[in-house]
């Protein structure tokens, strides 16, 4: 069995009828939905967090690309 945590959230009445609805249409609890929201919203951050990352690593080693370049670009592909 997994090792879990309890936490709570103070939610306003139309999000809580929200979870409701939703969770109901599932047929499961305000917990299930709740961990599974959470879960989801997690990993995005992570992703978006991650992609960051990468791109600040490229700026401090010095791979950068021109701004001038990056227009130049898009204005090639818009004219395809």
Do not use: C, N, P, Y
């Not at 249409?25 to 305000?30: K, N, V, Y």
Request: charged letters at 30%; hydrophobic letters at 50%.
């Amino acid at each position: 069995m997994s090792k879990t945590a309890v936490i709570t959230a103070r939610l306003d009445v139309d999000t809580l009828a929200l979870v409701d609805r939703i969770a109901g249409a599932h047929g499961r609890s305000r917990a299930w939905f709740a961990a599974r929201a959470i879960r989801h919203a997690a990993e995005q951050e992570a992703e978006l967090l991650e992609f960051l990352q990468k791109g600040i690593d490229a700026a401090e080693s010095g791979d950068l690309i021109d701004h001038d370049a990056v227009f130049r670009e898009i204005r090639a592909r818009r004219t395809e």
